[in-house]
């Protein structure tokens, strides 16, 4: 319970204190394109919603694994590392959300205590299995990434230039494509990591496997939704 409020705490303030590294740059003589569409500003609010809740939870998640797995030297520089990179990510989104105003999970709470309680119990269950846990996980958010990348290079290059009369992207979808790329390249890099590292070594590999990813997956849906 200690260790899960230091935890929490320190989430509580992890954020927005730096926001404007992470945004765009804002336009000196006042905006350059069109206003985004209802339909476009809704996705792009639910892009920042999921992904906000989700580099939230893979920031517990691997606060849970150091936990239970930071005192073997073997691990520990591994893990820290991608936590670190995790860390950053959740610090992004969590700019992106209070910048562009996007609303927040209601089931935040919810996600800290089962992204937490995830990475401490497949730590304390061992390194294949805690591995294995993470194969799972980036296996579904490479693949979320990569779809929300999909739309947003497809849907939203229709948005007038108020200068040249083109359609283009903006800069601040722009701004949340070139986050989304690095994000996901950095979780393929934990991927490797975790396949490199034994994961299918759990036993049973296979039902760990599968199970985190359908927890990932009705994570995913859900975040993007409530």
């Known amino acids: 319970y200690i260790l899960m409020s230091f935890v929490f705490k320190r989430f509580a303030s992890t954020g927005a204190k730096s926001a404007k590294k992470y945004m765009a740059p804002k336009p000196v003589n006042g905006p350059t394109h069109a206003k985004l569409s209802a339909a476009q500003k809704a996705y792009l609010d639910r892009v920042i919603r999921v992904d906000q809740a989700g580099e939230l939870g893979a920031d517990l998640i691997y606060a849970g694994q150091y936990a239970a797995l930071g005192h073997r030297k073997d691990l520990k ?3 820290r590392h991608m936590w670190d990179q995790e860390i950053h990510h959740h610090a ?3 700019a992106l959300q209070n910048g562009l105003r996007a609303r927040p999970s209601l ?5 800290k205590v089962g992204a937490f309680g995830l990475g401490l119990f ?4 061992g390194k ?3 591995m294995a846990c993470t194969e799972a996980i980036e296996t579904v958010i490479g693949s979320h990434y990569n779809t929300q990348l999909r739309v947003l ?3 939203f290059s229709d948005i007038k230039d108020l200068k040249t009369g083109k359609c283009t992207h903006s800069e601040e979808v722009k701004n949340i494509q070139n986050h989304i790329k690095t994000f996901r390249d ?3 890099e934990h991927l490797h990591i975790a396949v490199t590292h034994d994961a299918d070594k759990a036993r ?11 927890i990932t997956k009705s994570a995913v849906y859900t975040a993007e939704r409530v």
């Open 122 to 125: 497949g730590g304390m269950m």
């Open 77 to 79: 520089k591994l893990i």
């Open 153 to 155: 290079s497809n849907n």
């Open 128 to 130: 294949e299995v805690s």
């Open 186 to 188: 950095q979780e393929g």
């Open 204 to 214: 049973p590999h296979w039902l760990i496997y599968n199970t985190v990813k359908l």
């Open 92 to 94: 992004t989104f969590d």
């Open 107 to 111: 089931l935040t709470p919810l996600w």
